[in-house]
C-alpha cells in the first residue's frame, strides 16, 4: 500500500522507519530516556511523515505497538499541523487513512489500531468541517462491497464521531459549534437510513447489529440526531421488536437506544407519543423478567423507566392538561415495581424523582400512588432476624438505603393523613406485630413526627411506652433515639393535648 503522505526528502532527515521501529523495540531501563527523548522528537517534526508512510504502509508485517504509535502520532500532528496543509495533501492523506483502516479490520486483534485511523479521519473531516459530503463518499468505500470487516470498521468510526465532535466543539473550537452541528444534522437521516438497511445485512452477525443501534444511540445522546430521524425507521421498527420479543443478545442496545431517545426528548422538552408509548409499553415485560429472574432484562427495562420517568416530568413541569397528569400517573405507577421489585440503587433513584413530585402543589393529585409508595417503602425497609440483638450499623449498605428513604419519609410528612399515623401507631402497639414491623412503624413514626409539631410529646411518650413492651435488644437503642428527642421537645415548650394521642 503507498500511503503517498507528502514530505520533501532530505538527506540528513535522521527519522527513518528502521531508527523508529528500533527506538520502539527497546526495552526500558538503560538508554530508554534517549530513546524517548528521539521519539518525542520525532513525533513533533515535520520530517516525521516519511516513516510513518513506511510504518502504515505495511500493517500486516508490522507490530500492533508500532502500529498504534504511527497511527497517534499521527493523530496529534493533524491536530498541530492540518491549518498548514494544502488540500492535495489532505486529500491523499484521508485516502491512506481510509486504505489502512481497510487493512487494519483484517487484523486478528486490530480494533485498538481501528479506534485510533478512525479518530485521524474524523479530526480531518471536524478540522475541514467536511462531513456533509465525505459521509457518505466514505460509506460508499467501506459498505459497497458488502465486507463484513468493512462495515463493521465503518459503523465503529461512526460511533465515534458524535462524541469526538462534541469533544472538539468544547475544547477546540467553540465558535464553530453551530458549522458542525448543521453538517451533522444533514448527514443524520442518512445515517438511520444506512443503519435500518444495514442492520438487515445477514452478513455483519449479531455483533454488527449491536454496532448499528450502538451508532444511533451515539448520534441521538450527542445530540446530532432525534426521535423526528428515527420514528417510523427501521431502526425504531427493529428496536421495537428485539424489546418485545426479549432477544437477549441486542435487548440492551436497544434499551440504551430508547434510553438516548428519552434523553434527547428531555434535553428538547419534547416527548413525542410513539417514544413515550414505546417505554411505558414495556411494563408487562418487565414484570414477566422479574417473574422469570431475567436480571439483566429487569436492568435495561429499569434504566429505560427511570429516564422515561424523568423526561416524562421535565416536559409536564406545569402542564394542566389531563394528557399531562395521565403520562405522570402512568410513570410513577412503573416507578412503583422498580421500588418494589428492584435492588437498593435502582429504587434510591426513583425516589429522586418521588421527592421532585411531593414538593408539587398539586402532589394531591398523586396521594394513591403516594400511599402505594408508602406501603413498599415499609416492607423494603424491614429489618432482618440477625439485626434484633446487635441492630443495624448505619454506614452498612442496608443502613445507608434507610437513610435514603428516611429522607423520603420526611418529604412525604406535610402529606401524611391522620389516618396513616392511626395505621402506623396500630401496628406499632399490636402485641401479635412481629417486631420487624414493630420497628418499620416506629422509623415511619418517627421520620412523620415533624408535621405534628403540636404532638411530639405525646408521640415521644406513646413510641416510648409501646417499645418498653418489647423485649428484644434491638429496641434499646430507638428508645435512646426516643428519649433525647423527648428532651430536646422539652426544652422547646409545652403543646396542646391530644386525647386520640
Known sequence: MSMSIFYRKRASNPFTKESVTEALKTLVGEGSTRRDRYLRRFQRSPNAWPALDEILADVEAQPMHVLLFAATTIRSKIKREAHTMPVERILQLKSGLTQCLQEAALLPAGRPLIIQLGLCLIDLGLHFASWSYELAELSEKMVSENRPEHIRVFLELLQLLPEEAREYVVNVSPTRENFIERRLWVQAPHVVSLMGQLMGYQSIGLEGEKQCLKVCAAWTR????????????????????????????????????????????????????????????????????????????????????????????????????????????????????????????????????????????????????????????????????????????????????????????????????????????????????????????????????????????????????????????????????????????????????????
Open 222 to 501: 450527542f445530540g446530532y440526531m432525534d426521535a423526528e430521524d428515527l420514528i417510523n425507521s427501521r431502526v425504531i421498527l427493529r428496536t421495537h421488536l428485539i424489546l418485545l420479543h426479549e432477544e437477549e443478545e441486542l435487548h440492551a442496545e436497544a434499551s440504551d437506544l430508547v434510553v438516548a431517545l428519552l434523553e434527547s426528548a428531555s434535553i428538547a422538552n419534547d416527548l413525542e407519543l410513539e417514544v413515550f408509548e414505546m417505554g411505558s409499553g414495556l411494563e408487562d415485560k418487565f414484570l414477566g423478567a422479574v417473574a422469570q429472574d431475567k436480571k439483566a432484562l429487569v436492568a435495561n427495562y429499569v434504566a429505560v423507566f427511570l429516564q422515561l420517568a424523568a423526561t416524562t416530568y421535565t416536559v409536564t413541569q406545569g402542564a394542566k392538561t389531563l394528557v399531562a397528569e395521565d403520562r405522570r400517573r402512568r410513570v410513577f405507577g412503573l416507578l412503583l415495581h422498580v421500588a418494589r421489585y428492584c435492588e437498593w440503587y435502582p429504587v434510591e433513584q426513583t425516589l429522586n424523582l418521588w421527592r421532585k413530585l411531593l414538593q408539587e402543589p398539586h402532589v394531591a393529585a398523586f396521594e394513591p400512588l403516594v400511599q402505594d409508595l408508602m406501603r413498599i417503602l415499609f416492607d423494603r425497609i424491614q429489618l432482618r432476624d440477625s439485626h434484633q440483638d446487635s441492630g443495624l450499623r448505619r454506614s452498612s449498605r442496608f443502613g445507608l438505603f434507610r437513610q435514603r428513604v428516611a429522607d423520603i419519609l420526611k418529604a412525604m410528612a406535610p402529606q401524611v393523613p391522620p389516618a396513616v399515623m392511626d395505621a402506623l401507631l396500630a401496628t406499632a402497639q399490636n402485641p401479635a406485630s412481629p417486631w420487624m414491623q414493630v420497628e418499620a412503624a416506629v422509623f415511619f413514626l418517627t421520620h412523620f413526627i415533624g408535621s405534628f409539631a403540636h404532638l411530639k410529646t405525646s408521640l415521644y411518650e406513646r413510641l416510648l411506652a409501646i417499645l418498653s413492651q418489647r423485649p428484644q435488644p434491638v429496641f434499646r437503642r430507638v428508645e435512646r433515639r426516643l428519649q433525647k428527642g423527648l428532651k430536646k421537645q422539652a426544652t422547646v415548650g409545652g403543646e396542646v393535648n391530644c386525647s386520640s394521642c
